[in-house]
């Protein structure tokens, strides 16, 4: 059954039809093309997919697009401004945290919601907003150095 | 050569690449979407082993939306494989492990893929199932590949079945020596199956063009062997197929040997698209993936070591059995470097080793990060520390006491040319807490329960095939760099800009690296073996000096000079101490569309040479030392790293910041399969951990933060001495941590992952819990 999910992504209006079985993470890369919003474990364990939803980071894989009606959503393309980089993106960049990148946009996501919701978080805290995130390239060090940075600049 | 004498290289600007990465640019093969393209998916065996009696398709062919269902029957009968040709890119006549692919579909949705997959009819006839690579080699074990012979040069009157391959190492009289050692310390250690588990899935997508060539886009780690597989096992001439690599969301060697790493899943692409005459995309599920996809694979490691009271190494007697799975894989190369690895890199002057790859029925085994290097590393290092213990002395200076020096040979590599290795250790032990007085290490002072583990590590990069670079300079100075290796996080997007930018007076800014393209680029045999610096990084400069002396030869006659007077300094061209005589980059590049069409510079890493030149000089081999101290929970198993330190010699860091990334990344891997990464597989040969929810991995709360330390004055073979470090710091991390555990509560734990359950199991067998 087709149902039309009418959100706000990135501060714009969609309106798109979707299956009542679609994911957020299928209706956001397949039917509206936001490929930023990465597709790994499909089952809400590694935070590629993570998006800010009504203010909050959520695994888009095991949130069904449905659920997406009335919201607002965030995604890595609504980061930066225009040319100019969101400061947690520039430092995922200055500290060397980008190595494939496939994770990345899912930690962007996930410090983005944290550095809102707390202007410094302690260690605990950073540890604790990424923690369901997985990177396999860096072993976190550089990771931890970018969200420290991050949280500097802000 | 000192960081002063350069400008670029030793820097650690920004990656190129970073920006459409924090941006969520689609740019990865997953991303991928083809005009009209179908979807495409994989029937994979449900049985470990069984003869396929018969494939019904007639029934998946008849649902609406499928374009194409494929069999073994579909495609030539040519077998692939690394060294050994025993698999089909879809099984004929025998499935071998659970996940084996026998038939593909291509639809019009990933739903309609789904359904006619579950409509295609195979009848199988069950064999016994052979999972224990020892069970595998004895006489009443199942045949899993009846006209694969044993190898050759298996010893005389071994009887074994179901051996793929055999590596040996013979130095000097073991047994001789053995009997006359003071000392005699026996052991068994055991490592088990890990999934390198990189977050993009595998992908493959193909297009049938116009002009009937076949242009595949694949997320490899090595696009031109894929090329040549591709070719060879569906009949078509190799210049009719085109692969185009896309950005690699991971890869770790897990997606690195050719089509033997994805099962094949590019060539059954090729096959759908050529039969349903449309584009199609394949995207393995994770689940999928975990399960069908090349592994590290899990090795038993027999090691006993004979020493003098003083602590002198006097013999090693050793055997491997290295499980390959299905199918041999990259288990010959995986499984004969573990077996020299096991002689490990201190004086050996007597070792016998036996190293035995053997078929079993599960997955195969991949050039995962290291391949064979860690499993070994942890039986040789926790090895270490049980006959220093044996001989109550500290393993620390133990192994000093046993380390090679420049000229000395090591099991499997007949001469070094500069050791660090007693330096490595030594600053580690520093770094870790201990205090030097006089000659003697002073471990630092712990709490209950917490112990300090050190193990050393060793690599060799000189395996395998060069590789070339083309650098071209166009008409506005800028630069772009052809190379035939792939972008994970690795070279391509941070050092080989730096090399060429040194050698062409450009800024980093102005280079720009090609994504591999087999009809453009140089020819390479991957991204693999950590030898990205020193196949491309070498390529890339000597294509830069190339282009540089073409660049002089044309300026030179404008100037008025010689072209040895000459330097680029800012994209300007001029002569040394004269800066006021000069021409700009931009002139002499468009210049040239007249003279020699375009400064084209070429470069090529010799490997022949590099290995006669390493015959002659020895081998400059990297080395490292990790140390950590862990604290043991003796109510629950759990552990805690408290502290970890990496002391690497990787040569001269082209990018210190890559470096200690690639360093932190691979360390984590390993601390990983310390920790809790295993696939484990039941009697019958079915994964029972397939998915993420089950498949355990280190997230950040797990980490320590891993303090590297990168040592200088060993030069490499690579660029500016530079050496690999893209799998090194896999090798240590097990038997470190285990060396912890060991020195916090006297249990020694033989058998991986230190997992809570089998910590607290250890400890309770050994009453210290």
């Known amino acids: ?154 | 050569m000192a960081k002063a004498e350069f400008k670029v290289v030793g820097t650690s600007p920004a990656r190129k690449g970073g920006v459409e990465r924090v941006i969520g640019k689609g740019i990865y093969g997953i991303d991928l979407m083809l005009k009209d393209q179908l979807h495409g998916g994989i029937l994979r065996s449900q049985y470990a082993h069984a003869k396929i009696i018969s494939i019904d398709t007639s029934e998946a062919k008849k649902i609406p939306g499928v374009h194409a269902v494929v069999t073994a029957a579909d495609a030539p009968d040519v077998r692939y494989g690394r060294s050994y040709f025993d698999r089909y890119i879809l099984a004929r006549n025998k499935v071998r492990y659970m996940g084996d692919p026998v038939a593909a579909v291509a639809a019009d949705s990933p739903a309609v893929v789904k359904q006619a997959l579950k409509k295609i009819k195979v009848v199988y006839e069950p064999l016994p199932v052979v999972i224990d690579p020892e069970e595998a080699m004895k006489p009443e074990a199942p045949t899993l590949h009846e006209d694969m012979p044993l190898p050759k040069n298996l010893p005389e009157g071994v009887k074994v079945k179901n051996v793929c391959s055999f590596a040996a190492v013979r130095v000097g009289d073991a047994e001789k020596a053995m009997a006359e050692a003071d000392v005699v310390v026996n052991e068994v250690y055991e490592t088990k199956m890990i999934h390198p588990q990189y977050l993009e899935p595998r992908i493959a997508a193909a297009q049938v063009e116009p002009n009937g060539r076949i242009t595949v886009w694949a997320n490899s780690q090595g696009p031109f062997p894929v090329r040549q597989e591709i070719s060879k096992t569906l009949g078509i001439p190799l210049n009719n197929v085109r692969v185009i690599a896309a950005e690699l969301g991971g890869g770790f060697g897990g997606k690195g040997s050719g089509i033997t790493s994805g099962a094949a899943i590019e060539p059954i692409c090729a096959l759908l698209a050529m039969k349903a005459k449309r584009p199609v995309m394949i995207v393995l599920d994770k689940a999928e993936e975990t399960i069908s996809t090349t592994i590290r694979s899990g090795a038993k490691l027999y090691i006993k070591t004979g020493v003098k009271k003083d602590g002198t190494i006097m013999a090693r007697i050793g055997k491997v059995i290295y499980d390959t799975g299905g199918y041999s894989g990259f288990g010959a190369q995986a499984g004969g470097r573990c077996t020299n690895m096991l002689g490990g890199w201190y004086l050996m002057p007597n070792c016998h080793i036996d190293g035995y790859v053997v078929y079993t029925n599960k997955q195969v085994c991949g050039p995962v990060r290291g391949p064979g290097g860690p499993q070994a590393a942890f039986a040789v290092e926790s090895h270490m520390d049980s006959i220093a213990a044996k001989l109550d002395m500290d393993p620390g200076e133990f192994r000093l006491k046993n380390i090679p020096k420049a000229g000395d040979k090591i099991v499997g590599v007949p001469k070094l040319r500069d050791v660090s290795l007693g330096e490595t250790i030594k600053i580690a032990a520093e770094k870790i807490g201990y205090k030097k007085v006089g000659a003697q290490f002073i471990a630092p002072a712990l709490g209950k329960n917490q112990g300090i583990g050190i193990a050393t590590g060793s690599w060799i990069e000189s395996a395998g095939p060069g590789g070339g670079a083309v650098v071209k300079v166009n008409e506005d100075g800028s630069v772009t760099v052809h190379i035939g290796k792939i972008d994970m996080g690795t070279i391509p997007g941070f050092g080989i800009p730096l090399i060429v930018a040194e050698e062409l007076g450009v800024p980093v800014e102005d280079v720009t690296v090609v994504n591999v393209d087999t009809d453009a680029s140089p020819w390479d045999a991957g991204t693999v073996g950590s030898r990205g610096i020193l196949v491309a990084g070498t390529a890339s400069r000597l294509a830069a000096i190339d282009a540089r002396n073409q660049l002089f030869k044309m300026a030179a006659t404008q100037l008025e000079c010689s072209p040895e007077d000459l330097e680029i300094v800012n994209k300007q061209i001029r002569v040394k101490g004269t800066p006021a005589k000069s021409v700009s980059l931009e002139t002499v590049a468009t210049n040239a569309h007249n003279v020699i069409g375009e400064v084209i510079g070429r470069g090529y890493f010799d490997n022949v040479a590099a290995v006669a030149e390493e015959k002659a000089h020895g081998s400059s081999q990297p080395f490292t030392t990790h140390a950590c101290i862990v604290e043991v929970d003796t109510m629950t198993g759990n552990l805690k790293i408290l502290k970890y330190v990496a002391v690497h010699d990787i040569g001269f860091p082209i990018h210190p910041v890559a470096v200690e990334g690639q360093i932190e990344g691979a360390a984590a891997m390993s601390i990983g399969q310390a920790l809790c990464e295993q696939v484990i597989v039941d009697k019958d040969g079915r994964t029972m951990n397939p998915s993420f929810v089950d498949y355990l991995m280190p997230t950040i709360n797990m980490m320590p933060r891993i303090e590297t330390t990168l040592i200088h004055g060993y030069p490499g073979s690579g660029p500016y001495g530079a050496k690999g470090a893209g799998e090194i710091a896999c090798v240590p991390p097990m038997a470190a941590i285990a060396n912890a555990i060991y020195n916090a509560t006297g249990v020694r734990i033989k058998t991986l992952p230190l997992s809570p359950a089998n910590v607290l199991r250890a400890l309770k067998e050994a009453g210290k819990a």
Not at chain 1, 74 to 103: N, S, W
Not at chain 1, 108 to 116: E, N
């Open chain 1, 1 to 154: 059954m087709s149902i039309t999910i009418t959100t706000t992504i990135n501060g714009k209006a969609v309106s798109a039809g979707a299956e009542a079985s679609t994911s957020l993470l299928e209706f956001l890369r397949d039917t509206l093309e936001y490929k930023g919003t990465k597709l790994c474990c499909n089952t809400g364990e590694c935070g590629a997919c993570t998006v800010i939803y009504n203010g909050k980071p959520i695994n888009s894989c095991v949130t069904l697009a449905a659920d997406a009606n009335g919201a607002e959503i965030t995604t890595i393309e609504g980061l930066a401004d225009g040319d100019k980089l969101h400061p947690v993106q520039q430092a995922f960049i200055d500290t060397g945290a980008v190595q494939c990148g496939y994770c990345t946009p899912g930690y962007i996501i996930s410090v983005k919601a944290l550095l809102d919701r707390t202007k410094k978080p302690t260690a605990e805290e950073i540890e604790e907003a990424v923690s369901g995130n997985i990177c396999r390239c860096t072993g976190y060090n550089k990771i931890v150095d970018a969200i420290q940075l991050a949280a500097q600049r802000l």
